[in-house]
């Protein structure tokens, strides 16, 4: 009986796997000077992202009272 699963030629297999991994290779080689050229211009675009927000300030610490101190920051208003 004929072995059904035995090939004789399997070159067409290895042209095939070489040539997709080629391009595939390729295509990485061009996503990556593509990603390196479009940071290069844009860098120079970012520079002046953000000079429309306003400057930020430092958080005020808050001031810590003891209760003994609380009778002189407390302005009654006379009604």
């Known amino acids: 009986m004929k072995n ?3 090939q004789k030629n399997n070159t067409g297999l290895w ?3 070489g040539i997709t991994g080629v391009l595939a290779a390729g295509a ?3 996503f990556y000077f593509r990603g390196k050229k ?3 211009i844009a860098g120079s675009q970012q ?3 953000q000079d ?3 400057a930020k300030h430092p958080k005020k610490k808050k001031h810590k009272t003891d209760v003994d101190e609380l009778a002189d920051l407390v302005h009654h208003q006379a009604t």
């Open 38 to 40: 479009s940071d290069e």
């Open 15 to 17: 042209i095939t796997a």
């Open 52 to 54: 429309y927000l306003e």
């Open 4 to 6: 059904l699963f035995a």
């Open 47 to 49: 520079e002046h992202v």
């Open 28 to 30: 990485g080689i061009w």
